[in-house]
Structures are given as structure tokens and as C-alpha cells.
């Protein structure tokens, strides 16, 4: 079975600093990806960042990186420089198991940022 | 642009009712999902479609079906509401090729 583990429900950042969301992740399956989305109070869900787990470094997209660590099954997500507008919620997810022709999504709780002017 | 579509943003049922929330695609994708999203449970996996008239039972499916006849629209369909199926629920899409899922708006349903 596989497990998205988000341990941080709420976050503050001020302005313009850096902040790192925490995402640990538990599955059996050799080949998995690892995803970040964005919600914010709209209620859309805004694809971030994606990372295989073959891949060799580490994504970046803009202002987000993703912190892979293989080892420690992790997968943090960076954001340098915060803005007002990236107050929202942020979940991680996994791709899942091979299933007829589609491969699911198992996220993770979500992590509340709030970006303090 | 892509674009996922859901029927309704609010919407509020009495305990019992068929429910049916539509969610329409104009990309040409393959693969439709149906989560529920809860606080503190993140989002949490209905149903999914591979293919026209195709589904499979996700991690909650108890209570809930769903349809698939046109390859754009899959819809989600409460049997007979009741109030702890009260939630938001995403619609989303993607192809057989790659792995990003698009998501809809989302609809609240509020079970009374």
C-alpha cells in the first residue's frame, strides 16, 4: 500500500523568504513519481512540480524545487522567495500502482501556508 | 487551454436523494477521476475511468457510482445522499501519456 505522510498542517512564512514543506512518502513499487499541488482558496487544484523516481536531479519549476531524497524516502517542497500569493494549501501525492490503463494519485493531507506581509 | 468543467460549485441535497455531479473535459483525455477531498484527509480516490464505459473502484467507492459514456464526461452519482458524504468533490483528467492530473473547480455538496 502505498503512503503520503504531510506532518506540518500549517505553515507561516514572512514575505520573501524561503519556506520548505515536508512530504515523506512509504511505497513497494520500484518506479513512482511524486507530485505538488496547489489549492487555493478557489478550490483548484494547481499542478506545481513533478519528480520520477529514476530521475537524477532534483525538479525545479520557477520558484519551487523539490528536495528529492531517495534514501529517506522524502520529497520536500521549496519555495524561495515566498509571495502573498502562494498562501494556500499544498499537497503532495504519489502516482500509484499500474491499474487497468491509469495510475492513481494517493495524496497526502495538505500543509496550510500562510505568507505574512 | 485546458479545461475541466464541473456542473455545479454548491450545491445542497436532502438525506436520500440521487445526487449527480458531471464533470466535462475538452481535452481528448483518456483516464477521469473522482475524488473527495476532506480536511485533514487531503483528497481521497472515488472512482476512475480508463476508457469510454470503463471504471474501477478506488479507495472509497461504498455509496457512490458512476458513469462513463461519452470519452469527455464522467459523472459521479450518490445512490441515495446521506450526510457523511457531505464534502468537496474534484473532478480531474489526464492522458495515457503523461502523468499530471488536470483538475475541475470542484463542486461542495452539502448532504441535509
Known amino acids: 500500500a502505498q503512503k503520503i505522510t504531510q506532518t506540518q498542517p500549517g505553515m507561516f512564512v514572512q514575505e520573501k523568504e524561503a519556506v520548505t514543506l515536508d512530504c515523506t512518502y512509504d511505497t513497494s513499487d520500484p518506479s513512482y513519481g511524486l507530485f505538488w499541488y496547489k489549492q487555493p482558496s478557489s478550490g483548484e487544484m494547481i499542478f506545481l512540480i513533478y519528480?520520477?523516481?529514476?530521475?537524477?536531479q532534483n525538479a525545479t519549476e520557477g520558484r519551487y524545487s523539490l528536495n528529492f531524497q531517495k534514501a529517506r524516502k522524502s520529497a520536500n517542497l521549496v519555495i524561495s522567495a515566498s509571495q502573498l500569493g502562494d498562501s494556500a494549501m499544498y499537497f503532495c501525492a504519489m502516482r500509484g500502482p499500474y491499474s487497468g490503463s491509469a495510475r492513481q494519485l494517493t495524496f497526502g493531507s495538505g500543509t496550510q501556508l500562510t505568507v505574512l506581509p | 487551454d485546458v479545461k475541466v468543467t464541473q456542473s455545479s460549485r454548491y450545491l445542497v441535497k436532502r438525506t436520500g436523494e440521487k445526487v449527480f455531479l458531471e464533470c466535462v473535459q475538452d481535452?481528448?483525455?483518456?483516464?477521469m477521476f473522482w475524488y473527495r477531498q476532506d480536511p485533514g484527509l487531503g483528497l481521497r480516490l472515488i472512482y476512475f475511468s480508463y476508457d469510454v464505459k470503463m471504471k474501477e473502484k478506488g479507495d472509497i467507492p461504498e455509496g457512490y457510482s458512476v458513469s462513463r459514456e461519452k470519452k469527455e464526461r464522467f459523472s459521479l452519482i450518490l445512490e441515495s445522499a446521506s450526510t457523511n458524504q457531505t464534502s468537496m468533490y474534484l473532478c480531474a483528467s489526464r492522458t495515457g501519456l503523461s502523468y499530471e492530473q488536470y483538475f475541475g473547480p470542484g463542486t461542495r455538496l452539502t448532504v441535509t
Open positions: 519528480q520520477g523516481s529514476y530521475d537524477q
Open positions: 481535452m481528448d483525455h483518456e483516464n
